[in-house]
């Protein structure tokens, strides 16, 4: 059964149409590479996901749960569903560890020890563990996606998603935070990835996903997709992307 | 000698009313000269220069405007000056609004960035010059919301001359108090003529603060 | 008084009221804290009603901000005094002056507590919300400190405005410093050196505020 189902899913902001009858489905393990134009509907394909935006029609489905329904409890939905922003949106007056240890505790009422455990274990994991006790704004930038990952892996999510995670950073931090995402993809997690980091997608995910003016362009496994696309427009996208 | 409210007390207040504004006036252009000379002296390069305008300013934001009003009426007499509540309100306005405004228009000559000033030394031009042509044009544009939005503080702070004696608005109203006794009805129809006085101007600065964030 | 550059000053007179101006002190403290206690109050209950509150709610607190804002704190403390008597409640010059003070900040302070609110960016609330957080949760964790640092140094130099405010009251004879000021004249004949000397008091209070203020930042939002 699939993790992740989109079906004809349209969202619309104002007069503007974003999301077009996007229909996609997500299995357990699958790494997926979204790519496309600013615009194209890709970020907002994912927040419709974790219902950070309401969609106007469709269905889209969440380990059975249905997501756009008014009834549906998103608090415990989000528990489930971990999201890296592009601007990392660390807490800056919390440390690293509160940051971490935030939604465990309040959320899941974990104990104070057992948090600081978990975030000294998921710190470990993307490589930080010496800056528990340090605050965003002494980290660069690749350190604070870093620990915003390591902030969403703590609920323990079946589902991590990713908005452009490296677009804000410069060009030689990039390479680390792509190390843990790689990491993360060999245990096993299923990611949903909005990137431009073609090399990484042809490398890492299992699926890639073209999208254009708020359609599914085209899809098909990664490797062979981004090195011989069957469609103009992505052909096109891709020539633009890797000059 | 009780009588009602009618409508030649309403004409009574407007014609009050003027007052207000003419002391506002009088208030904003004399505050307007000392805050333009403590701006001025705030942006000197000459160190003692800077810090008795500091001090200045410090003194009248920490005083209450009551003070300086009274200090004013009883104390320009003891100097040899006739006094009348005037002179003592004109002169007490024009010291505390000075110092409001030297500090609003020393902020806004300091958002001007270092560099506008290096690029007029480098062009050979002296302290006054570099003001004169470079810095004030675009210290002017930030400087206005703010100025007009104090100009709203001083209208409301004539109300205070009341307590010299002063007949505007605000003493206008109580003496119609004292002879009509329908406080509620005189304080709220003097309360609407300051607001009509007043809004206006607030949204006014609203307005250029916005146009002024578009622009930059 | 004098009326030629000869006049010599006595401020002995003045001091020997001392005790008298102690008291008048005394209450403008009083005063002072209970409107910005009552008043920061008012503010944060406005702004959140202003923020999240049902259309309706929302354009009152507006209006109730402009009027405030828009009138002078003496024609609204004559009205709370001299007024409310004509619909029945009379009220001593004292209690008047502690509503008229926190009606008057309580407009100053919404909107200060909204600025302050507004200032996080909606990007903190999405992170806060995603990670399963309750909307209460999240402003008690993600937006209250910040916010609070935000409109920390308007607040403080709203409060010190306002404690130079309470002179106001002694229009209507509450026995503040200010008050006694004049008292003290006409007792005394000193009308210059009694309001230089209060003038004085005003700025030593209004530097220790300043001094509090900067000290309660530190302990409050300095990094441990």
Known sequence: MSLVELSHVVKRFGANTVLDDVSLEVAPGEIIAVIGRSGSGKSTMLRCINGLEPIQDGRILFDGVVVNDPQTDLRALRQRVGIVFQSYNLFPHLSVEKNITLAPRVVKLMPETEARELAREVLRKVGLEEKIGAYPDELSGGQQQRVAIARSLAMRPQLMLFDEITSALDPELTGEVLKVLEAMAGEGMTMLLVTHEIGFAKRVASRVVFMHHGKIWEEGRAAETLSAPRSQELETFLNAVLH | ?216 | MGDDLGYRFNFRDVFAQREFLLEGLLLTLQLSFLAMALGLLVGVTCAALRLYGPRPVRALVATYVEVIRNTPLLVQLFLVFFGLPSLGIRLDATTASIIALTVNLGAYATEIVRAGLEAIPRAQIEAGVSLGLSRLQVFRYVVLMPALKVMYPALASQFILLMLATSIVSQISAPDLFHTASIIQSRTFRDFEVYIVVAALYLALALAFRVAFAGLYQLAFARR
């Open chain 2, 1 to 216: 000698m009780i009588r009602e409210f009618g409508f030649i007390d309403l004409l009574y207040l407007l014609g009050a009313a003027r007052w207000t504004v003419a002391l506002s006036a009088v208030a904003f252009i004399g505050g307007g000269l000392v805050g333009l000379l403590v701006a001025l002296m705030r942006v000197a390069p000459f160190a003692p220069v800077r810090w008795l305008a500091m001090l200045y300013v410090q003194a009248i934001q920490g005083t209450p405007l009551l003070a300086w009003l009274f200090l004013f009426y009883f104390g320009l007499p003891l100097v040899g000056l006739v006094v009348n509540p005037w002179i003592a309100a004109a002169t007490a306005f024009a010291i505390y609004a000075g110092a409001f405004f030297g500090e609003i228009w020393r902020g806004a000559v300091a958002a001007i960035p270092r560099t506008q000033w290096e690029a007029g030394s480098s062009l050979g031009l002296g302290f006054l010059d570099q003001l004169r042509y470079i810095i004030v044009p675009q210290a002017i544009r930030i400087a206005i919301p703010p100025t007009v939005g104090f100009l709203v503080q001083l209208i409301k702070n004539t109300s205070l001359a009341a307590a010299i004696g002063f007949v505007e608005l605000t003493r206008e109203a109580q003496i119609t108090n004292a002879s009509t006794f329908r406080p509620m009805t005189v304080f709220v129809i003097v309360a609407a003529i300051y607001f009509a006085m007043c809004f206006p101007l607030t949204q006014w600065s609203r307005y250029l603060e916005r146009r002024l964030h578009v622009a930059r």
